[in-house]
């Protein structure tokens, strides 16, 4: 049975949270489970561990970059997702990645089934749980040596695609004698606060959105555990997370290089990554990447 240590509800620049991946990573190492779940302060683009930057489309105040210890693409966060992130000693809890993944993808979609959303389904193939064929959750996972994590988005409002397709690379397939585009497919993307519209319907926009992250949150740790020790996030949390990567998340070196990469004394793998490989260019966005192009076409057909 794992010894869940619960880090809490918080809102952190991007910078922090990923730095916050790696303390809870190294952390498990020692034998406890921390879990948490986290929103981004400001609006940010979260590049995967080997992706090149040739996504990002335009810089500017209105949003940060970063990159993530997990592979894929890229995405976009900020105010509108809910995240979580599950850590884990590798002490035979888990046999395998995929198991790792398959186990918190349950006790995810659970949670959002509790709370009435109807017609969920994981797909453990493409890292996604869907509502009605269309994704409402995405996760990723890093597979190290003595401890593992799995992190992922819920997407709680909608996106402002217009502006996420100014700043990020939006791709588009053509299937058959069709192009169907990312832009379309994150348009249908179904936000958790449309599911349950009749939750808090009085609230202010910003009150309601954070309402529901609380309400998701509290309804997976119900199905995740009832035991657990409580842990706060400090400055001095925050402190110890960037010492011990040497403030990696901060420099240009590792957002715009991946410098330095892992080792394999450190991490087993990164699934679809080589540790040490030449960064990936001309990447659509990573909700879709492992989406077969006969769920693809469902996802992005206009309803207009």
Known sequence: MLDYEYWGLGSFSAKTNMALEELMLKKA??????????????????????????AVKKTDNSFDVVRRITGGSHVQTGKNILAYTFAVPRDGSFGSFEDLRAYFADIVAKGLVGLGI?????????????????????HAI???????????????????????????NLAQRKIGSSVYKEYTA????PAVSRLLSSVAPN??????????KGTVANSIMKNLTNKFEK???????????????NNKHKKSSWIENRKPPFTEDEIEKIPGEELNGNLKKNLGY?????????????MAQSTE
Request: proline share 2%; hydrophobic share 45%.
């Open 29 to 54: 190492i020692k034998g406890v489970a921390p879990f948490r779940f986290w929103d981004f302060s400001k609006d940010s683009v979260v590049l995967g561990y080997a992706q090149a930057t040739d």
């Open 118 to 138: 109807e017609n969920i389904v994981v797909d453990n193939k493409a890292s996604t749980i869907m509502v009605d064929n269309k994704i409402v959750a995405s």
């Open 142 to 168: 890093i597979w190290g040596i003595e401890s593992a994590l799995l992190h992922g988005l819920i997407l709680i409002d909608p996106y402002d695609v217009d502006k996420v397709s100014e700043r990020v």
């Open 186 to 189: 994150l348009k249908n993307l």
């Open 203 to 212: 609230l202010d926009d910003q009150s309601r959105s954070d309402f529901l």
């Open 231 to 245: 842990k706060q996030i400090t400055d001095s949390t925050i402190s110890e997370a960037f010492d011990i990567v």
């Open 286 to 298: 990573c909700l879709f990447m492992q989406v077969k192009n006969k769920d693809f076409k469902k």
